[in-house]
């Protein structure tokens, strides 16, 4: 038998393992030389951040100011988590300083869609928990502090009014349970800490800078008497006046548009009172004028659609035909004969006359709209059938089928034709044969 050891074949990891081994005990390695360039691929150099996190607060409120305009939402965002950590490593978790940070959190999760209420919500629920911490209250003389906690609970009263008007929202069949859950009974309570603070804000404050959060503030009771008021709140048209004159003073960039939402809004709200519903009118008139004055035809007609429907709801159809039928040529030249806008305000007319009972009124625009669907739907689309259901309907009307279906071409009304009696007879022997085979009367049958 041979002396020789049997040697096992090395495995895939084992050889790997060796080979690693080996090349790190070799024993020709090369020098370091502190001149030369680090050229290898997969190292990569970080910078050492010696700041203090003072300086790297200062430095980001510069970035912040200077980025404004240019930033977008995902950078803003990233540079207020970084504010709200380097603040709490400066002045810890209960400072002034540190719900200043999150109070700003939750104004910009406030400003995003209503997705992100639960996160607002959050964030200004951290910085109310520092304020009962630090104890603060509404007789201190302290401008920073009675600003902080005006702040604080006003943004807590917008995160639950909006969350209330999310519940409202009927068009949603799903809706998110964090919103759901956003408390809405302490609205009033938080309401009038509100007011207390800021009528310590007013002896503390210059008077421009206290009329723009006091113009917040009545922005945001306008809100909650539209959400959450369950009785008529007589001092809207007080709050309304206000606003218009705060609205002229501070925002000139969009003012018309500020002002035309503010009267569409009052609008809806005073109309649901049946003693003010005239009044409710009046605000949606000025939203159309104001839109007819100083905007575009498609927002002024978008306020007429919502006149209209402000009407319908109201049972005020005489109103409302008046409204639509004055919109309809300003739609069908801006949308287009073939639009959307133009088949549903027909729709509309035609189902409004008929609710009413002018059935010859009803029937020119159903036809209209009839035509519209067919081209534009097709023939068997459900609306398109509704509509003819309708259409079939009114024909059994005897006036409607003799004044209107008798006398219709291609869906074109026309006027009835012209009783003429100088009517020439052709002379030419076909013709003649022709008329004496017509007019001769056929034999009449004996009975057998």
């Known amino acids: 038998m041979s002396d020789k050891r049997k040697s096992r074949p090395f495995s895939a990891s084992r050889q790997r393992r060796l080979t690693k081994r080996s090349s790190s005990l070799d024993s020709t390695r090369t020098p370091f030389n502190p001149n030369s360039s680090i050229c290898a691929t997969n190292v990569i150099l970080v910078a050492i951040d010696l ?59 406030l400003n995003r869609k209503s997705n992100f209420l639960p996160q607002a919500k959050f964030h200004a629920l951290n910085a109310r928990q520092i304020l009962e911490y630090l104890n603060i209250k509404p007789n201190d003389d302290n401008i920073l502090q009675n600003l902080l906690a005006y702040d604080i609970y006003l943004t807590l009263t917008k995160c639950s009014i909006n969350a209330k008007q999310y519940l409202l929202q009927r068009e949603l069949k799903i809706k998110n349970k964090h919103i759901l859950s956003i408390d809405k009974v302490h609205i009033n309570h938080d309401f009038n800490l509100i007011k207390k603070y800021l009528d310590k804000l007013k002896h503390l404050m210059k008077p421009m800078a206290y009329e723009q959060i006091h ?86 007609i978008k306020h007429k659609h919502q006149l209209a429907n402000a009407i319908l709801q109201r049972s005020i159809a005489k109103d409302a035909l008046n409204v639509l039928c004055e919109s309809l040529p ?45 081209f534009v739907y097709g023939s068997n689309d459900s609306r398109t059938c509704e509509t003819r259901r309708l259409i079939e309907f009114l024909k059994k009307d005897p006036m409607v089928s003799r004044t209107f279906f008798a006398r219709t071409q291609d869906g074109i009304r026309q006027s009835r034709p012209v009783f003429r009696v100088t009517n020439k007879v052709s002379h030419k022997k076909e013709d003649l044969q022709l008329l004496q085979k017509v007019t001769k009367k056929p034999p009449i049958s004996s009975k057998t």
């Open 51 to 109: 700041r203090t996190p003072k300086q790297k607060i200062e430095d980001l409120q510069k970035e912040i100011i200077e980025s404004k305009d240019e930033s977008t939402a995902e950078q803003y965002l990233n540079q207020l988590v970084l504010m709200q950590v380097y603040t709490n490593l400066e002045y810890g978790d209960n400072s002034i300083e540190n719900a200043r940070a999150y109070v700003n959190l939750s104004k910009f999760y």
């Open 215 to 300: 113009m917040e503030y009545l922005f945001v009771k306008f809100d909650k008497i539209l959400f959450d008021s369950k009785e008529f709140d007589e001092s809207i048209y007080e709050l309304i006046d206000q606003l218009v004159i705060y609205i002229e003073k501070f925002f000139s960039n969009d003012q018309i548009k500020r002002t035309i939402d503010l009267y569409l809004r009052s609008g809806s709200y005073l109309i649901k009172y049946d003693e003010n519903i005239q009044d409710g009118l009046k605000y949606y008139r000025k939203a159309i004028e104001l839109a007819n004055e100083q905007e575009k035809t498609k927002s002024s």
């Open 330 to 374: 300003d739609k069908i030249q801006l949308f287009g004969d073939f639009s959307e806008e133009v088949i549903q305000t027909e729709s509309r007319i035609g189902s409004i006359y008929l609710r009413e009972g002018e059935c010859l009124n009803a029937v020119e625009h159903l036809k209209t709209c009839l035509d519209l669907q067919e």
